[in-house]
Structure formats: C-alpha cells, structure tokens
Nanobody
Framework: QVELVESGGGSVQAGGSLRLSCGAS?????????MGWFRQSPGKEREGIAT????????NYADSVKGRFAISQDTANKIVDLQMNSLKPDDTAMYYC?????????????????WGQGTQVTVSS
C-alpha cells in the first residue's frame, strides 16, 4: 500500500519562500513512477503544478509556477520536495503530493492513484 505524507506548509508574506516535502512509502522499487505536486484553492479545480519522473528526473511545470518553483527528488528515500520562491497571494491553496506508476508524468489528476492528505500554504499580501 502506497502512502504519501506532505510537510512544510505554512503562512508567508508575498515574495517569501517555502519548501514542501513529500515522503512516499510502499512504492515498488524498480518500477518507474511519477510524483507530482498539485494544488487546490476554494472553488477551483485541483491543478497540477510540478511533476518529476523517478527515472532520469525529467521535470514538468505549470506556466503559473515556472521559474519560481522547483521540484526535486531523493529516489533512494522516495522523497520529493517543492521549493517555492517569490510566492504570490494567488499561490494560496492546499498543496497535495501525488504518485503514479508509469512513464508519462502528466498533470491530469485522474491519472494519479495515490494522494497525500495535503498541506496548506497561505501567502499574504
């Protein structure tokens, strides 16, 4: 059974930084998987913002965070981090870590079978 646990959320002023971390347990070693960060604001759909492939480390970013956020991984310990810089009030949301087996690290939420409980990020102006 795969379990994902996020940490690192909190409150910050606009322009500040936060680092989120996601620890995964239960992922089968030797199988390629994708891990991603998604976020959801009240009244909005959950959106993918960054993904990373376990093999090779290819990354993918949403336009809204490109150049400000960076996803990284420690495959040995199955940890994925999201460094968030130059935060804006629009970044305020619940942030979720997700994982899926496969090669295509898409942003589609329906493709991800495993989800964490989420961690809140609040950016004040």
């Amino acid at each position: 059974q795969v379990e994902l646990v996020e940490s690192g959320g909190g409150s910050v002023q606009a322009g500040g930084s936060l680092r989120l971390s996601c620890g995964a347990s239960g992922l089968i070693s030797g199988r390629m998987y994708c891990m991603g960060w998604f976020r959801q604001s009240p009244g909005k759909e959950r959106e993918g913002i960054a993904t990373i492939a376990s093999l090779g480390g290819a990354t993918n970013y949403a336009d809204s965070v490109k150049g400000r956020f960076a996803i990284s991984q420690d495959t040995a310990n199955k940890i994925v981090d999201l460094q968030m810089n130059s935060l804006k009030p629009d970044d305020t949301a619940m942030y979720y870590c997700a994982a899926r087996y496969g090669y295509d690290c898409v942003f589609s939420t329906s493709m991800y079978a495993y989800w964490g409980q989420g961690t809140q990020v609040t950016v004040s102006s």
